[in-house]
């Protein structure tokens, strides 16, 4: 019988939350098939069988966040001589975060107490638990004692906590997914940038009524880029250097009920508008079906965040390293404006760019918005 364990995904990702299972105990499965799907910090990735054979059983859930060596399958070989199913202890170092895990017995032993001068000695039934759910649970307050555990032989998983701080305060759950993601990099991006945001608005008054403007942003990002490229680089401060980049690669921030996802569009200086259009609806749908890959969420020289589609004349937007400025658009709102000493009503769509003043100086910053907002008025 085979231990099939969560590969590294690459990417120097540890963990990976599990999306779907497209398997079952007893079936069988040939080499390369796909038997469950993931969520990564980057993308969501199916994850195929190592070897051909019958499910002898499944190690994880829907919806449980696991590491790297995490116990997956257990595989019956078709070459195997058929043997009675046998229970397979996981190491300690393939703990899972959220699953099945080693089990490690949390003994409560009072000893030698007194009461009336006599001495005593009690032992409570031992509880399981997994390493990080014994954190958690002592962060949330929850005594273990209280909680039934769901995972194997009754093992207590971080769910098992989330679900009785829940009794005591509804809402509570554990971030996955996207949503996961984001809490690292905002953490990053606060305590690495140092982020200055410069605001502008740009007047439509040239605009047509049916502009697109998902389109006219990014194509105006491209040009900006073009005109001042300081922006559109990376900066790494551990070795002091910035690179500069000659092609405009723009990440999309997309809201979605999943979470934040920020999807790049490579080579965006090449797109037309055309193109630009067809690319964010192919790219907007994939998100919400949960088929956005990898290699789509990768290599952002610069960010475009049109947050004003929802809600929001100006913002602070956050920089995600290694990029060093990020774009954004708030609601277009109408002004009045003097047109021959006479007021005139215009529309003008507020912008608000936020630049690592490590790698960027403020001239370079100015002169990228000024750009921006010229390209925008055309």
Not at 89 to 111: C, E, F, I, K, P
Not at 212 to 226: E, K, P, T
Not at 240 to 245: A, D, I, L, P
Not at 340 to 345: G, L, N, T, Y
Request: proline share 4%.
């Amino acid at each position: 019988m085979k231990n099939f364990l969560l590969p590294d995904l690459g990417e120097g990702l540890a963990e990976s939350e599990i999306i779907e299972w497209h398997v079952k105990e007893g079936d069988v499965v040939e080499v390369d098939q796909t038997v469950l799907t993931v969520e990564t910090a980057k993308a969501v990735v199916e994850v195929p069988a190592p070897y051909s054979g019958t499910v002898i059983s499944r190690h994880v859930n829907e919806g449980d966040v696991v590491n790297i060596g995490a116990l997956l399958l257990q595989i019956e070989e078709k070459s195997a001589v058929s043997s009675p199913k046998q229970k397979v202890t996981q190491s300690a170092d393939a703990a899972t975060v959220v699953g099945n895990v080693s089990q490690q017995t949390h003994h409560v032993d009072v000893d030698d107490f007194w009461i009336g001068g006599t001495s005593n000695h009690i032992e409570q039934s031992p509880v399981t638990a997994m390493p990080s759910a014994r954190l958690l649970a002592k962060k949330l307050g929850v005594n273990l004692d209280n909680v039934d555990g769901s995972g194997q032989d009754g093992l207590i998983t971080d769910d098992d906590i989330y679900h009785e701080a829940g009794r005591q305060q509804p809402g509570t759950e554990v971030l996955k997914g996207a949503r996961r993601t984001m809490v690292a990099t905002m953490t990053e991006s606060h305590h690495q940038v140092a982020s200055v945001t410069i605001t502008e608005e740009a007047s439509l008054a040239n605009w047509g009524a049916d502009e697109d403007i998902s389109s006219r942003l990014i194509q105006a990002v491209v040009y900006a880029c073009q005109k001042e490229p300081a922006l559109n680089a990376w900066f790494d401060a551990d070795t002091m250097t910035r690179c500069v980049h000659s092609t405009v690669n723009i990440g999309i921030a997309v809201d979605s009920v999943h979470g934040l996802y920020v999807p790049v569009l490579r080579h965006a200086d090449t797109y037309t508008p055309e193109d630009v259009r067809i690319w964010l609806n192919d790219t907007v749908k994939g998100i919400r079906d949960r088929k956005i890959g990898r290699e789509q969420l990768q290599h952002a020289t610069i960010t475009l965040s049109n947050f004003g589609a929802i809600a929001g004349i100006y913002a602070t937007p956050v920089v995600s390293p290694p990029q060093v400025a990020i774009v954004g658009a708030g609601r277009i709102i109408k002004k009045l404006t003097l047109v021959d000493d006479k007021p005139v009503e215009v529309k003008a769509m507020p912008l608000s760019i936020t630049f690592d003043h490590r790698a960027c100086t403020g001239g370079e910053a100015a002169r990228f918005t000024k750009k921006l907002v010229e390209h925008l008025e055309k």
